[in-house]
């Protein structure tokens, strides 16, 4: 069954470091998004994706997030100068944009800041 | 405010036997909702969705009931299995766009 697929699992970064964190979405999906969910707390919404734009983010989605899709296959999310509040698990999920907006999500990357 | 709501924060239940979870909305203009689950640390997955011109939807040991009327939400697991226990989520969804997650509810399926 297709899945959609993140890289690393797990990363420690020091607190004003790059992170850039990889998805491969579902192939033929057309609509990718990353959320996330800090420990104990709920999983939120970050940002969709569609057409090579930014669809629409959340208020967590500031200047120092930003997402790409380098080729035809990969979708990132990077966070330009870490926070120790940026610790979080990151979901990628992708859909094909179908009727009942049925989301798949990837197994996460868990950031840890220190 | 939340248009999608679970009121029960956990649910415990006997293998073998049946888990209701529940969700109420306030939205009617919803086309269709969806039901997750989630392991710790792990990704929501998708379990099951219903149209909203429809009330009831079945696959394999999961189904899923809506009384429009009501404006509720109901996931049926039969058998319950220990494997099941996870944190339910019905998520408000919107169009070609993003899922917003409430606290779910954590099922715990005791052998």
């Known amino acids: 069954e297709p899945e959609v697929t993140q890289t690393p699992s797990h990363q420690v970064t020091q607190m004003g470091q790059e992170v850039i964190l990889r998805c491969v979405p579902i192939s033929n999906h057309l609509y990718f998004y990353w959320y996330r969910q800090i420990l104990g707390q709920k999983v939120e919404f970050l940002v969709s994706f569609y057409n090579n734009e930014i669809s629409e983010k959340s208020e967590i989605f500031d200047d120092q997030f930003s997402v790409e899709r380098p080729d035809g296959s990969n979708f990132t999310l990077k966070i330009r100068s870490t926070k120790l509040e940026d610790s979080a698990m990151y979901f990628c999920?992708?859909?094909?944009?179908?009727?009942?907006?049925?989301?798949?999500f990837g197994e996460g990357s868990w950031l840890t800041v220190v | 405010d939340q248009q999608v709501k679970q009121n029960s924060p956990s649910l415990s239940v006997q293998e073998g036997r049946i888990s209701i979870l529940n969700c109420d909305y306030t939205?009617?203009?919803?086309?269709?909702f969806l039901w997750y689950k989630k392991y710790p640390a792990e990704g929501p997955t998708f379990l099951i969705s219903?149209?909203?011109?429809?009330d009831k939807n079945e696959d394999g040991r999961f189904t899923v009931f809506l009384n429009k009327s009501a404006k509720h939400l109901s996931l049926h697991i039969v058998p319950s299995q220990p494997g099941d226990s996870a944190v339910y989520f019905c998520p408000e969804t919107a169009s070609g766009s993003r899922l917003t997650f409430g606290e779910g509810t954590q099922l715990t399926v005791n052998p």
């Open positions: 939205n009617s203009m919803f086309d269709y």
């Open positions: 999920a992708s859909s094909d944009g179908s009727s009942g907006n049925t989301i798949y």
């Open positions: 219903i149209s909203s011109i429809k």
